[in-house]
């Protein structure tokens, strides 16, 4: 279900995202990526709405190596694990609309986003999920939110694959005026 003339237009918006520089897989190859994907969706969606950007950082880094990092984080999720996480943001209840980013990792989103989920009350606010992949989409990271915050209002999300980011501002954009939310260019009437 698509949630469309949401009234989020002139909602206050925050952009937390998880993402992992290093190497990783995309389109087939390793390839080591110094932005992260899901950073470089991120920004867009950040210069485009003029909201705030916090990045949700693992006390413990992930390893550099991509089948590493894949274990690391299998194992993570077999123990239902919370990384913890640099920083505390004060400011979160001042929030109405939240863009949440973050890979998708064995089918779901990366456990220190839960660990972000569960660090604030989300009541109340609006949760707009993004990700990206190389083939599984969101996952069941959207249903994972729903169950984890069942007081919000939780967007369907937009998924794209991670070497497509570069080219995805048309699709970002597209996709913000969807969901109803005020966009830069819109604020100038250039939309
Ligand atoms: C630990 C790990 C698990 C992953 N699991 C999946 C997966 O289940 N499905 C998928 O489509 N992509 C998977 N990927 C690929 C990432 O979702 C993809 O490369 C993403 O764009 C990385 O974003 P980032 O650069 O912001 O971290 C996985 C990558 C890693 C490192």
């Avoid at 920004?43 to 390893?63: H, S």
């Avoid at 109405?96 to 456990?111: C, R, S």
């Avoid at 919000?152 to 501002?169: C, E, P, Y």
Wanted: overall charge neutral; hydrophobic content about 35%; glycine content about 10%.
């Amino acid at each position: 279900m698509v949630v469309k003339n949401m009234k989020i237009k002139d909602s206050k918006c925050m952009v937390a995202y998880f993402s992992r520089p290093g190497n990783n897989y995309v389109g087939g190859r390793i390839v080591n990526l110094p932005v992260g994907n899901t950073e470089v969706v991120a920004k867009m969606i950040q210069g485009m709405t003029a909201g705030d950007l916090f990045r949700i950082e693992p006390v413990n880094p992930y390893p550099e190596d991509y089948t590493e990092t894949t274990e690391v984080a299998r194992e993570e999720l077999r123990t239902n694990a919370r990384p913890k996480l640099v920083g505390h943001l004060e400011t979160l209840a001042s929030y109405d609309v939240i863009f949440l980013g973050y890979p998708n990792w064995w089918g779901t989103m990366p456990m220190p986003v839960l660990t972000f989920l569960e660090a604030y009350d989300f009541s109340g606010k609006t949760i707009v999920p993004f990700c990206t992949h190389e083939g599984s989409g969101l996952g069941r990271s959207v249903t994972d939110i729903r169950t984890k915050c069942p007081r919000s209002t939780i967007l369907d999300g937009l998924a794209i694959r991670g070497g497509d980011v570069k080219s995805a501002q048309d699709e970002v954009s597209a996709w913000l005026r969807e969901i109803g939310m005020k966009t830069q260019a819109s604020r100038f009437g250039l939309l």
